[in-house]
């Protein structure tokens, strides 16, 4: 079932760095892919999502790029902080399916 | 926060017996999803509701099953349950609109099967 493969499975990174997570996938029907952050104890948050008209997106420290011919796309956290540590999740979906399909999650932790 | 709220938040049951997980979805939303999340694993979607109706599935055994209510509020139902059922149950809500499929999480409900 899964059909989003993502790397790498934990990141460590120092306090200003750059925290970069990929992801593949597989069905070239796939035409949303979020990425979510999720802390201990909580559901996952929506971070920043892209179409793949686009190959980039960027809110605030936060950037995906996207390659469609490659089936890859990846979140780019510029100047991370200790309060980024978190476990992230890309996904990816049809516009007119209802069935996400999550990566296995990448834990970053950002150390001071 | 997203306005999405789960109970219980967490609960222990036994092997073969079965349970309700409750979702109150975020105000003005009319889909609701469920997923399983495994420890260490992205969430598994097991089905969708809209509009009272379950509008897709994935690949989970029918002894999970749901419910939404005109309120838009949910219910998930796992009968017979095994020893695997143990994860994290989470809810989504989102508004069906052409193009627009941004699912809102709660913080979900911790499920041990002994």
């Known amino acids: 079932q899964q059909q989003v493969k993502q790397s790498p499975q934990s990141l460590i990174v120092q306090k200003g760095g750059i925290s970069i997570i990929n992801c593949a996938y597989e069905?070239?029907?796939?035409?949303?892919f979020p990425w979510y952050q999720q802390f201990p104890g909580k559901g996952p948050a929506l971070l920043i999502a892209i179409r793949p008209d686009v190959s980039e997106k960027k809110e605030g420290r936060f950037t995906i790029s996207f390659n469609k011919s490659a089936k890859q796309f990846s979140l780019h956290i510029m100047d991370s902080q200790p309060g980024d540590s978190a476990t992230y999740f890309c996904?990816?979906?049809?516009?007119?399916?209802?069935?996400?399909?999550f990566g296995a999650g990448t834990r970053l932790t950002v150390k001071p | 926060e997203t306005g999405v709220t789960q109970s219980p938040t967490h609960l222990i049951k036994t092997r073969g017996q079965q349970v309700t997980l409750r979702c109150s979805s975020q105000?003005?939303?009319?889909?609701v999803s469920w997923y399983q999340q495994a420890l260490g694993q992205g969430p598994q979607f097991i089905f969708q509701?809209?509009?009272?109706?379950?509008?897709g599935r994935g690949n989970f055994p029918p002894r999970f099953s749901g419910l939404q209510f005109p309120n838009y509020s949910s219910e998930l139902n796992v009968n017979a349950l095994e020893l695997d059922d143990s994860a994290l149950y989470l809810c989504?809500?989102?508004?069906?609109?052409?193009?627009?499929?941004?699912?809102?999480f709660g913080p979900g409900t911790r499920l041990l099967v002994l």
């Open positions: 996904a990816a979906s049809r516009v007119d399916s209802n069935d996400m399909r």
């Open positions: 509701y809209y509009r009272e109706e379950e509008n």
């Open positions: 069905n070239t029907a796939f035409d949303y």
């Open positions: 105000s003005g939303h009319n889909t």
């Open positions: 989504a809500s989102s508004l069906r609109l052409a193009g627009e499929e941004t699912q809102y």
